[in-house]
């Protein structure tokens, strides 16, 4: 794998991670494979395409996420970005997880193909 930090690519692929932290189920629906996996810590757990889609339909979206220890890994048409993010909304304590995200290239666009978090302590 080769580095893509600080690059255009890199760019927008932290920008397109962004928005699936803070958008709704119609940007997850333009922005994603449709059989693509996340992996939310419990009670949520492992949910494929349409559950992702479902989940989101009354969740809580955050108001801000913020990026640290930000690496971004591509090999081929694929971008691994993995980093620490810490979620922010009103009413509730920070939300802080180290993440790891796969994207695909396909007809000119990145398409996550598979997202993990890992809660950690504060």
């Given at each position: 794998?080769?580095?893509?930090?600080?690059t255009?690519?890199?760019?927008?692929?932290?920008?397109?991670?962004?928005?699936?932290?803070?958008?709704?189920?119609?940007?997850?629906r333009?922005?994603?494979?449709?059989?693509?996996v996340?992996?939310?810590?419990?009670?949520?757990?492992?949910?494929?395409?349409?559950q992702?889609?479902n989940?989101?339909e009354n969740?809580?979206?955050?108001?801000?996420?913020?990026?640290?220890?930000?690496?971004?890994?591509?090999?081929g048409?694929?971008?691994?970005?993995?980093?620490?993010?810490?979620?922010?909304?009103d009413?509730?304590?920070?939300?802080?997880a180290?993440?790891?995200?796969?994207?695909?290239?396909?007809?000119?666009?990145?398409?996550?193909?598979?997202?993990?978090?890992?809660?950690l302590?504060?």
């Amino acid at each position: 794998m080769t580095s893509l930090d600080d690059t255009p690519a890199a760019e927008s692929l932290w920008a397109e991670e962004e928005n699936f932290w803070l958008e709704g189920p119609d940007f997850y629906r333009a922005h994603m494979v449709p059989d693509a996996v996340m992996d939310f810590p419990e009670p949520t757990g492992l949910l494929k395409g349409e559950q992702v889609l479902n989940a989101l339909e009354n969740a809580p979206r955050w108001d801000s996420v913020s990026f640290f220890d930000r690496d971004v890994e591509k090999l081929g048409n694929k971008a691994r970005l993995t980093y620490r993010a810490e979620g922010k909304r009103d009413g509730v304590a920070a939300y802080v997880a180290k993440c790891e995200s796969v994207y695909v290239k396909s007809a000119g666009d990145w398409l996550l193909t598979c997202h993990k978090q890992v809660p950690l302590e504060r």
